[in-house]
């Protein structure tokens, strides 16, 4: 598997002049990938100058070399292993992007079979899972279930734990991907209070997960052809984002030599935040306060107030500071899958788009570079394909999988990795005597 190989490129020389001391300069190695920014390589610095480099947030940090995913935030570029996610999006199986990411090539037929008939083979859980999942309360939100069963898959899979075994990262990653879709419909069956069911080997991925998502046991279920093609689009468009927070944490849990099934159940408690994937249903709680095409500049106002803590969902991106390319792809996709379902008039769809119209001509939105995101519309399809709004977040989990197994891959394998551990700046006391309790 290809590993993300930087090549030298240059140097940088950094002038230190801290306090009264005589200035120092130290030389810092640059290295150059195949697209986007150099880096300077400051891993010496403290061992030369003393000092560490402060960066809350990584606003200017590189954690890890990858071939995966490139992203220009200015162009608005999103492309995997090369491949532009718009060619992807409209000419791919969710499979066979991830076997991409994974593997750092398109499958032929041959390899995409056999990946698909792996995939297929380990769509089961573990039986004693449903007991597992029968000590939640109803009402738990599916990322609470799927955070505790996904990390609950390591007490299962002895088999698969060992990360320096290749053949057990390999099963590992074909659990994750398979496993992910039953765990997402068991937990929406279990709010439902319906009983589980069992994934179909002759169903094709997507259909599958629909099967599992609204079959009974009491009818024949059909899954539809839209809604089969639909969600393939939304889970190609959500597979990786390259170091974005829960991918980081992916890496981050996993460069403790922690098992997978653990580190992706950190992904996911990360994704959840409404910062992040939960974004989705905060889209659609949002629009659904707006209410109205008349109450938008009342919102809009409120999200340009600093002293008001609304934001508007789904809009701005850490390193989009233009359109997000998988929100143009799925804005057009809510038109044709609405029509097709036979949505004629959708109330959130109007909002939404009149939100972003307006939006788009506001001088705060203008000034800050703040575009609509992969979670503006992504919640009006779902919402279309009858899918709770609870569960939203769930399935970009479900696709982002594919990012966090191939990110994990590619991790394990990359000799330069070393367990992560930031540094400080130190703000709190200095040394001081310690005073009894009694004299406190
Ligand atoms: N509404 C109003 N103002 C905003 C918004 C927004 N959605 N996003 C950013 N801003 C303002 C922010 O107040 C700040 O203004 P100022 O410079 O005057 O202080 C400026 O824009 C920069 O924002 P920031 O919070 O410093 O930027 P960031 O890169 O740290 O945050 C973000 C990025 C995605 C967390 C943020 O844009 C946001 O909270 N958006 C809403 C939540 C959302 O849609 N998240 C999904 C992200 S994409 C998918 C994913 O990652 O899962």
Not at 150 to 156: E, G, N, P, R, T
Request: proline share 5%; aromatic share 10%; with cysteine.
């Amino acid at each position: 598997m290809a590993v993300g190989k930087m090549e030298g490129c240059g140097k940088a020389t950094l002038k230190l002049e801290i306090g009264g001391a005589a200035p120092k300069e130290v030389e810092l190695p640059v290295y150059c990938g195949t697209e986007g920014p150099s880096v300077v390589d400051v891993r010496g610095l403290y061992r030369e100058a003393g000092v560490f480099t402060h960066d809350p947030g990584f606003f200017s940090t590189s954690s890890c070399a990858s071939a995966i995913t490139f992203i220009d935030g200015e162009e608005g570029i999103l492309r995997h292993r090369g491949y532009d996610i718009q060619d992807l999006a409209d000419n791919c199986t969710y499979l066979e992007v991830c076997y991409l990411l994974m593997y750092g090539e398109l499958p032929n037929e041959k390899e995409y079979q056999e990946f698909a008939h792996k995939i297929t083979y380990h769509t089961m859980v573990h039986e004693q899972i449903n007991f597992l999942l029968r000590g939640f309360p109803r009402r738990a939100h599916p990322m609470a279930i799927l955070v505790g069963s996904v990390a609950s898959l390591s007490a299962f899979y002895h088999d698969s734990l060992d990360i320096f075994d290749e053949k057990q990262r390999d099963l590992a990653s074909i659990r994750m991907l398979a496993k992910m879709p039953t765990l997402t419909a068991m937990a929406h069956k279990y709010s439902l209070g319906q009983p589980f069911v069992y994934p179909r080997n002759d169903l094709d991925y997507t259909s599958n997960f629909l099967h599992m998502m609204f079959a009974t046991p009491c009818e024949e279920y059909k899954v539809s052809d839209v809604a089969a093609r639909a969600m393939n689009k939304l889970l190609i468009l959500h597979a990786d984002h390259e170091q974005n927070a829960s991918t980081s944490t992916v890496r981050l849990a996993s460069s403790s030599q922690a098992n997978p099934f653990a580190c992706i159940g950190a992904g996911i408690s990360c994704l959840w935040g409404p910062a992040h994937g939960g974004a989705n249903e905060a889209v659609i709680d949002m629009l659904e306060e707006i209410g109205d095409v008349s109450n938008i500049p009342e919102f809009i106002n409120r999200a340009k107030d600093k002293e008001d803590p609304f934001r508007l969902m789904g809009f701005g991106h850490r390193v989009y500071k233009n359109y997000d390319p998988r929100a143009a792809v799925l804005k057009l996709s809510c038109d044709e899958v609405l029509e097709e379902v036979g949505v004629t008039n959708s109330p959130k769809l109007q909002i939404a788009k009149e939100l972003e119209r307006i939006a788009l001509e506001d001088e705060y939105f203008v000034e800050r570079k703040l575009f609509p995101n992969v979670d503006f519309y992504s919640g009006i399809i779902y919402e279309a394909l009858h899918i709770p709004v609870e569960l939203y977040t769930g399935l970009f989990a479900m696709a982002r999988t594919a990012g966090w197994v191939a990110q994990w891959r590619e991790m394990i394998s990359d000799p330069e990795q070393k367990i992560g551990r930031p540094r400080q700046i130190y703000t709190g006391e200095p040394r001081r005597d310690f005073v009894p309790m009694k004299k406190r």
